[in-house]
């Protein structure tokens, strides 16, 4: 059972906005640990596409946006294209077990 | 470019021991603090360990405290990660990623392609 709480699947057409929750705890995100955002391709390794809650690496495109309001975060992606199918995964850092978590993870269709 | 890559895995049998190594290249490795993350068989991505960039401090999480051990070599560019007492439960790929920070973050902005370990008899 993750820590941090996500939908198990969403979907979306092409060019169509879909938005992705991650639900924690007092002792995680709503403790004001940031949340990072990563997609994960079948059979590469994951890639960070956001982080600090609202930052994104040089190399991700505008469309992917994070946002984070008191114990909850989203990943929002604009735009969709056939190469965001994939899985997204919230984490974070939870005080109370000492640990790095993650959400149970989003399949995009 | 940073580069890690994950060596080591296998098949065990429940009860025995195995050692992953973790060699970072492109890097200062011992400016960064080094994660483990696994992922089992149709499951999600879990954090498993983690030692900070001068080997001082190690954390782990429950599933694993009291049987794995994670360690470095800075002077080679390793970090390695020793299992024990395996269980079908440890069977996953294993990802050594990077901290994104100096020291440390808790976010991960490199990993590795992974090392597969599966425990069965």
């Known amino acids: 059972q993750a820590v941090l709480t996500q939908p198990p699947s969403v979907s979306g057409a092409p060019g169509q906005t879909v938005t992705i929750s991650c639900t924690g705890s007092?002792?995680?995100?709503?403790?004001?640990?940031?949340v990072a955002w990563y997609q994960h391709l079948p059979g590469a390794a994951p890639k960070l596409i956001i982080h600090g809650n609202i930052n994104r690496p040089s190399d991700i495109p505008d469309r992917f946006s994070g946002s984070r309001s008191g114990a909850s975060a989203s990943l929002a992606i604009t735009d969709l294209q056939a190469d965001d199918e994939a899985d997204y995964y919230c984490?974070?850092?939870?005080?109370?077990?000492?640990?790095?978590?993650f959400g149970g993870g989003t399949k995009l269709t | 470019q940073v580069q890690l890559v994950e060596s080591g895995g296998g098949l065990v049998r429940p009860g025995r021991s195995l050692r992953l190594s973790c060699a970072g290249s492109?890097?200062?490795?011992?400016?960064?603090?080094i994660h483990w993350v696994r992922q089992a068989p149709g499951k999600g991505l879990e954090w498993v360990a983690l030692i900070w960039y001068d080997g001082s401090r190690q954390y782990y999480a429950d599933s694993v405290k009291g049987r794995f051990s994670i360690s470095r070599d800075n002077s080679r560019n390793f970090v390695y990660l020793q299992m024990s007492r395996l269980g079908p439960d440890d069977t996953a790929l294993y990802y050594c990623a990077r901290d994104a920070g100096s020291p440390i973050v808790y976010y991960f902005d490199y990993w590795g392609q992974g090392a597969l370990v599966t425990v069965s008899s």
């Open positions: 007092g002792s995680n995100i709503g403790a004001n640990y940031d």
């Open positions: 984490q974070s850092y939870d005080l109370t077990l000492n640990a790095v978590v």
């Open positions: 492109g890097f200062d490795m011992k400016n960064y603090a």
